[in-house]
């Protein structure tokens, strides 16, 4: 019984402290409005008071105390942290000593105390000094009393000191600048020691950011980081453009430092709408100069919310942002559909993870290609808007197998759209590529004529039909991004089909976005192009990502140039001249759209029943009816002499 009673004391001794402080802290407020009501006598009468006066007030001083302390207590002004309030807190606080201001004036009148209306102004505003002045040194004393602490911690440990402040420089010496450097001295969430920040503000040059010098502007990091042994940079400027920050990070990688980024983090707690900074490594994405996406979220949710989606493909790449992208949504059912049974299953196994008993998700097995299985996911399910992912996509392996692509991507649209809109769906989804703008190789051939079939069937029904139309997405399974990663890790040499090849690259989160949001804006049979900037060299992207592992192109990893394969083009459009010329944007930037132009419908019909019916019967025919079918005979032929000149 002694011990449950000596724990209970222990569990309760917190409380017991925390008490003890509120308490002093009232006291310590009275006693300040006490000396507040002292000062405001004083000045008013010039250092001289009349007893009458002073007897008059002394009766009314309980009341006076009163007044504050009740709008202190009712609005828990002693439930604050003070040591780590901000001006928030502050302003709250100067808020609600002036209510009690108001307060000792509205009793003064109603009670026809006789007292003096600038004597009782004064109080206040001494009182609100002193109280602010008292907040404001508990603060300073927490912090001087946190550094004392973090260096006694320090200097009991000092060989692990000495492995962890490693120099340190911090890019942008603003108020996120600030913030990083306070983090390094508290010790508390970064380690090391910032010795050096570079600003292009002149103004802030010789300067010194809580004691750390401003040695230059932003182009001199290298010889900063030589000159001061920089092991880590830390670039803290959040508000700065996409492109610039792609210099920096360049910059900075070529340093072969660590090198990390602050950016703001929008707080998820309903209380706060805040931004909250945060660190995280730089990603290849970074070295891209390309603008943020900017999100319009109500529209989005018009069309998915409470809504059973059907996404194809599912558990590839696109398809499986796609589908954590529509579960922010809060969808009524997601189905994911796909061939490969193990990439779906380990989504759906994410999904429930992170939304719990919110997740309505299936997984199903199946191919586009079988009709009959669509029909019966179609019958059962009736989801209300399709996302079509499911494709070949492979250049090189498709032009090995023709007939494999038609089956695949031009038949299983075909399927797929057709038991979409027998079976009511609302909206329909196709994902193409750049690569079937004017295509020259199999794979790029077969996504234009999906295209195509999506632009036909949205003339005669009521199902909402689009395209988006996007280039390549960095990390995607089989991309050159992963390939790139897989020859650095094995030493190299990273192969490049040709030094001035480019290609348009956006992130995969970027890329499931905009997907989402055309499909918010339905244009009946349009082309929407997502904006992916400027396009990279590829020769580039591999100077940059081996910088990024640290090592040195040639030197440390070296460049292999095999020559364009079959099918491949040196430079890829978004769009082909008619697309460019009829091209209207949306209200978001980021979307084109590109209106559907005149296709013969039914001889468009007859040559697409030939083709899937040759894939079946004479696969070595294929290729030939695909251009065709297409009208890029001539475009190929270019590719391919391109092709044997290399």
């Known amino acids: 019984m002694e011990r449950l009673q000596v724990r209970d004391m222990k569990k309760t001794a917190p409380q017991r402290r925390a008490a003890t402080k509120k308490l002093l802290l009232v006291l310590g407020d009275m006693l300040l409005v006490l000396a507040a009501l002292g000062i405001a006598l004083v000045l008013h009468f010039d250092g001289r008071i009349p007893p009458a006066q002073l007897e008059l007030w002394l009766a009314y001083v309980l009341t006076n105390l009163f007044a504050y302390l009740a709008m202190l207590l009712s609005m828990r002004m002693y439930n604050i942290m003070w040591q780590l309030a901000g001006s928030k807190e502050l302003l709250k606080m100067v808020c609600f000593m002036g209510a009690g201001g108001l307060l000792t004036l509205a009793m003064n009148v109603i009670f026809a105390a006789g007292l003096s209306n600038s004597v009782l102004i004064l109080t206040c505003m001494c009182a609100v000094a002193l109280i602010g002045c008292m907040r404001l040194i508990l603060r300073v004393l927490y912090k001087l009393r946190r550094q004392g602490r973090s260096e006694a911690a320090r200097g009991a440990n000092a060989d692990e000191e000495s492995r962890q402040a490693h120099p340190v420089l911090i890019v942008g010496a603003g108020e996120a600048g600030r913030y990083c450097i306070s983090m390094f001295h508290e010790g508390s969430l970064l380690k090391g020691m910032p010795v050096a920040c570079v600003d292009d503000d ?33 670039i803290a400027i959040p508000s700065l453009d996409k492109a610039r920050m792609q210099q920096i ?23 706060s709408q805040r931004a909250t900074p945060r660190l995280r490594n730089i990603d290849i994405a970074d070295f891209l100069a390309r603008k943020e996406v900017d999100i319009d979220v109500e529209p989005i949710s018009d069309y998915l919310k409470d809504q059973t989606i059907l996404v194809t493909g599912g558990g590839g790449s696109i398809g499986s942002e796609l589908c954590r992208q529509i579960m922010r949504f809060a969808p009524k059912l997601l189905l994911i559909f796909d061939i490969y049974e193990n990439h779906a299953y380990e989504l759906e196994c994410e999904l429930r993870q992170k939304y719990g008993e919110d997740c309505r998700t299936v997984v199903l097995v199946g191919s586009v290609r079988d009709r009959k299985r669509l029909d019966e996911v179609m019958a059962r399910y009736r989801p209300q808007v399709v996302f079509h992912a499911a494709a070949h996509k492979h250049v090189p392996l498709m032009e090995i197998s023709p007939a494999e692509a038609v089956k695949n991507n031009v038949a299983g649209t075909k399927n797929l759209i057709e038991s979409a809109d027998a079976h009511g769906v609302k909206r329909f989804v196709l994902l193409s590529s750049d690569k079937a703008v004017k295509p020259a190789n199999v794979m790029g051939a077969t996504k234009r004529i999906c295209e195509m079939i999506v632009q036909t ?17 960095l990390g995607s399974r089989g991309s050159v991004i992963p390939l790139f990663e897989e020859q650095i890790a094995s030493g190299g040499p990273v192969t490049i089909t040709d030094p001035e090849i480019t290609r348009y ?14 499909g918010g804006i339905a244009e009946n049979g ?13 020769l580039d992207l591999a100077h940059m990502l081996i910088r990024y592992h640290g090592l040195e192109p040639e030197k440390d990893i070296p460049i292999k140039i095999i020559g364009l394969r079959p099918g491949e083009k040196m430079h890829e459009e978004l769009m082909n001249p008619f697309e460019k010329a009829q091209m209207h944007r949306t209200e978001k930037e980021t979307i084109m759209v590109a209106p559907p132009y005149e296709i013969e419908v039914l001889a468009f019909n007859r040559k697409l029943n030939d083709l899937i019916a040759t894939a079946q019967t004479e696969p070595d025919a294929v290729s030939e009816l695909i251009f065709e079918l297409t009208g890029t005979k001539q475009s190929r032929m270019e590719v391919y002499r391109q092709t044997m000149a290399n």
């Not at 990070?249 to 660590?258: K, Y």
């Not at 069937?457 to 997405?473: E, H, I, P």
């Not at 900037?533 to 590829?538: L, N, S, T």
Request: charged share 20%; proline share 5%.
């Open 505 to 518: 690259f956006m992130t995969i989160p970027e890329a499931a976005q905009l997907v989402l949001q055309a």
């Open 457 to 473: 069937y949205a003339l005669r029904t009521q199902m909402k039909c689009m395209v988006v139309r996007f280039g390549n997405v």
């Open 526 to 538: 349009a082309i929407f192009v997502l904006d992916m900037g400027e396009p990279v060299k590829i």
């Open 249 to 271: 990070v360049t910059l900075c990688s070529d340093t072969r430092c660590q090198v990390r980024i602050l950016y703001l983090a929008q707080d998820l707690d309903a209380r």
């Open 202 to 234: 002149p103004a802030k040059w010789g300067m010194r950011l809580q004691g750390v010098p401003v040695r230059g502007k932003l182009n001199e990091i290298p010889q900063i980081v030589a000159r001061y042994h920089i092991r880590e940079i830390i």
